[in-house]
């Protein structure tokens, strides 16, 4: 009885002690992240990054970092693990300039995904220090926008100006939020691009930048970052119901933008459907060969929607197995 409590105690301290060392060593591998964001934003070192392990989780299951690295390998897919980690040796050195062995070989020890996503992140933090040259604005940055703003930023190439201009105008009270939402912030800039990636980006170019001025003073752009899902739809555009919310905190003059843009990308939808249809009409019916490849290409896409397929099959099959005219008549008894 006392070995097998004594042995049970073994275990226990087996699995205590464990754990101790993968809690060390998760620790020391955030601390060194930590120091290289840092290094990469040029802030000291005692300067916390809020939400830094989640937001480096969360970049890790996109394709931010992938593409980063193809984007510095001149557009080249990385194709298997050995390419990959060269990109990815490469960048790091770059970031750290001096070229620290120590880190380098702490980054080389981190999974891939996870090299990939602090690499986005990094990136920010060298895009932050070159828009903003002012220590004390820079670590301001760092502290109030944490993690998801260098994640944005890194993301983003053409996104650092746009960020400055909100934080002058965040700085400067011309970007209220709505009544009974809370104070816009740093932070929402951030996160909105690194939670909405893509939608975001495109809500940006095609709404916020060509109107800028516009949103000043008025608490629509705050309704928006802060509740993105009630305005936007699935690639970024205002949806009819989120233009006329927006309507209640813009100006007329912005209404106004914000309707002629949706009204524009309409136009240029059709215009795409109209260049396309041309397109066609001159490239297969023109000639005799090209109404045959028009017509094998009807075929195919025929038989590659299954609903479309299945009706064909089912009548070719009726048409096959339709009795002939002799098989019809009435046989003679036999005799």
């Known amino acids: 009885m006392g070995k097998t409590k004594q042995h049970g105690h073994s275990i226990l301290l087996f699995a205590l002690t464990f754990a101790a060392i993968i809690l060390f060593s998760s620790e020391a591998q955030a601390a060194n992240l930590a120091k290289i964001l840092r290094k990469a934003a040029g802030v000291a070192d005692d300067i916390p990054i809020r939400r830094m392990d989640d937001v480096v989780q969360e970049a890790a299951t996109s394709r931010a970092g992938r593409e980063i690295l193809e984007k510095l390998n001149a557009g080249k897919r990385l194709d298997n693990v050995v390419e990959e980690s060269a990109a990815l040796r490469r960048a790091w050195k770059e970031i750290l300039e001096s070229g620290d062995g120590h880190l380098l070989r702490e980054i080389d020890e981190l999974p891939l995904p996870r090299q990939r996503a602090a690499l986005v992140l990094a990136r920010g933090g060298q895009r932050l220090k070159s828009v903003v040259p002012d220590l004390a604005v820079r670590t301001r940055w760092l502290r109030e926008g944490g993690a998801e703003t260098l994640a944005a930023l890194g993301r983003f190439d053409d996104l650092a100006d746009d960020a400055v201009r909100f934080d002058l105008a965040l700085q400067a009270g011309k970007l209220p939020s ?89 136009e240029g939808a059709k215009e795409i459907v109209t260049e396309t249809t041309r397109t066609i009409f001159e490239t297969f019916f023109t000639s005799l060969a090209g109404v045959v490849s028009a017509s094998l290409l009807a075929l195919v896409v025929l038989l590659v929607i299954p609903r479309t397929r299945r009706w064909l099959f089912g009548k070719l099959r009726r048409i096959f197995r339709a009795p002939r005219p002799a098989d019809s008549l009435p046989t003679s008894p036999s005799t």
């Open 178 to 266: 709505p009544p009974g939402l809370r104070a816009l912030t740093l932070n929402d800039f951030g996160k909105f691009f690194h939670n909405l990636g893509d939608r975001a980006q495109h809500f940006w170019n095609t709404y916020v930048r060509p109107h800028w001025k516009l949103w000043l003073g008025s608490a629509a752009l705050a309704a928006i970052l802060l509740a993105p899902e009630e305005y936007l739809d699935e690639i970024g555009n205002l949806t009819e119901k989120g233009l006329e919310k927006v309507g209640h905190f813009a100006g007329e003059t912005l209404s106004r933008a914000l309707r002629g843009t949706i009204q524009g990308l309409g």
